[in-house]
């Protein structure tokens, strides 16, 4: 009788350690995946920060009248004193950005501290066209695309997407508002 107990005793451990082995591996699992979630929601919001502050960067360039830089004949957002160069007289989808194409081409610009746009001139597609700028952390990517509809001659619709990638794939944060002129 004393066999059996011994066997048992012997099962019955092999049966607990399989079971911790389970529960531990569950709960590494599971704070991983925590860990990861929060990463993840901390690069979101980072990247939405960043967004608001590049749609701000433009805000203020309209309103300072700031420089748009080599996107032909526009000089500002509203020229020199006499409205000459102004991107007002400009329609953006015709002139610079051609949705027929695959993948589409936009508009695309980065923003410096003062509000100055700059053209990038290699615009085929999101991350590729947004150029990586120095005051962002490294991961984070932003591009500020300008389009217009109908009333482009009264605003412009500015989009701002900041791109990054981490261990799941890359993500964007995309957000955008109507300028209008300011007279």
Not at 19 to 25: F, N, R, T
Not at 99 to 109: A, H, N, R
Not at 150 to 168: E, G, L, M, R, Y
Request: net charge positive.
């Amino acid at each position: 009788m004393s066999n059996n107990q011994s066997g048992q005793t012997l099962m019955e451990l092999v049966v607990v350690i399989g079971v911790a082995v389970i529960v531990v591996g569950a709960l590494v699992f599971a704070t991983v995946a925590s860990l990861r979630n929060a990463q993840f929601a901390k690069n979101q919001s980072q990247a939405t920060k960043l967004a608001q502050e590049g749609i701000e960067k433009v805000r203020v360039g309209r309103d300072r009248n700031q420089a748009i830089s080599s996107l032909g004949s526009v000089t500002s957002w509203n020229g020199d004193t006499s409205g000459v160069g102004a991107i007002w007289a400009y329609q953006i989808n015709s002139s610079c950005g051609n949705t027929t194409l695959t993948p589409p081409t936009y508009c695309y610009f980065n923003v410096t501290d003062q509000g100055t746009l700059n053209y990038l001139t290699t615009s085929s597609s999101l991350p590729l066209s947004a150029q990586t700028i120095s005051l962002l952390p490294t991961i984070f990517r932003r591009a500020v695309i300008l389009s217009d509809d109908a009333s482009w001659q009264t605003q412009k619709k500015v989009t701002v997407i900041v791109t990054w990638t981490d261990f799941s794939g890359t993500h964007q944060s995309k957000l955008t508002t109507i300028l209008g002129k300011i007279n």
